[in-house]
């Protein structure tokens, strides 16, 4: 039987948001492959749906600079061909091209390809979807699937498969999460307003559960200060871990970062802080209970800057701990009410 790839090359929240799309291919039962990069390989590996996941890093992807060789894409071209896959999805952001993917895809002997491109494909893709659709990542992954004849799934909420077991040993609910931590600074609050939000919510009875990776143990470190109820769980979880420990939490509050996706995937409110450095209708957290907090009409909104271009952060200088605070009691109250 040919198989199916599904391409999202670049970060782990990316991938999540890749989900339904690959439950789209898997359901006409064909083996569904997923390509990402190192980045977003720990979300690949929580995708319902997949016979297996291709991992490759690739330099018009990758936010650093990376050594080119044509071995590389010789390795690539070869994997996809031995999988067999005749039909490919290559899902990517408005800045983003699938046009060097795609003609690899053709040397491996991908038959069909779909993607949406701003720019002329000639022989590349099969199925170009024009323009720049203003939806949100999700469905704009969809589109691409849609095109290639997989029917989108009634059901296009977030869905992961996370490692048996309970939360944490050590953490009984209720508890906030509060992931201080992004893929690029602008994305996130500074460092002294996370520890402000941490104390506003310790102070206010919140047992606290500060996580990070293992690159931001310092930063939770300072974050989580010495607050009587605060645990720091910096490097100390995988991303399914981690997911266990957010699908038990009353509410997650982050940046725009992976985690708020994850969170969604597991059916926690989500409080996204969430600096406008690309639009809100096409990240926020799907289908889930979230407040967002931050001036989405910021005079620098869609800077797409990887640092605050302006230096002062404005658009979430106005979010403090009893903002958070607020929006965490709003987003508690509905799900007792829903409970009820």
């Known amino acids: 039987m040919s198989a199916v790839l599904v391409a999202r090359q670049d970060n782990c929240g990316d991938v999540l948001l890749a989900g339904p799309a690959v439950r789209a291919a898997a359901a006409s039962g064909r083996p569904v492959h997923l390509l990402c990069g190192p980045r977003g390989r720990a979300a690949a590996e929580l995708l319902p749906g997949l016979a297996g996941v291709v991992e490759c890093r690739v330099p018009w992807i990758e936010p650093d600079p990376m050594p080119v060789a044509p071995a590389d894409a010789a390795v690539l071209v070869d994997r996809v061909r031995a999988l067999g896959v005749t039909d490919a999805a290559v899902l990517v952001s408005s800045h983003q091209s699938p046009l060097p993917l795609a003609l690899l895809l053709r040397w491996a002997g991908v038959a069909r390809i779909a993607a949406v491109s701003h720019d002329h494909a000639g022989s590349l893709l099969d199925i170009r979807i024009t323009g720049d659709p203003d939806v949100h990542e999700v469905r704009r992954g969809l589109l691409v699937t849609e095109a290639l004849g997989f029917p989108s799934p009634e059901d296009d909420r977030l869905r992961v498969r996370l490692p048996p077991g309970p939360g944490h040993p050590e953490i009984p609910p209720p508890y906030v999460v509060v992931h201080p931590g992004a893929s690029a600074p602008a994305r996130t609050l500074a460092p ?51 997911g266990l420990v957010l699908r038990s939490a009353a509410a997650v509050v982050c940046g725009n970062t992976g985690p708020a996706h994850l969170a969604a995937a597991v059916e926690t409110p989500v409080v996204a802080i969430f600096p406008p450095t690309v639009p809100l209708v096409r990240w926020r957290p799907w289908r889930v209970p979230h407040v967002v907090l931050g001036d989405q009409q910021a005079q620098c909104a869609g800077c797409r800057g990887r640092t605050c271009p302006r230096g002062d952060h404005l658009c979430v200088a106005g979010v403090d701990g009893a903002a958070v605070l607020a929006a965490v009691d709003h987003l508690a109250r509905l799900s007792e009410g829903s409970r009820a």
């Open 192 to 242: 002294a307003a996370w520890a402000g939000v941490v104390a506003a919510l310790a102070a206010a009875g919140w047992r606290v559960v500060v996580t990070g990776g293992p690159d931001e143990v310092g930063l939770c470190a300072r974050v989580a200060g010495r607050h009587p109820g605060v645990t720091d769980l910096a490097g100390r979880l995988d991303f399914g871990h981690l």
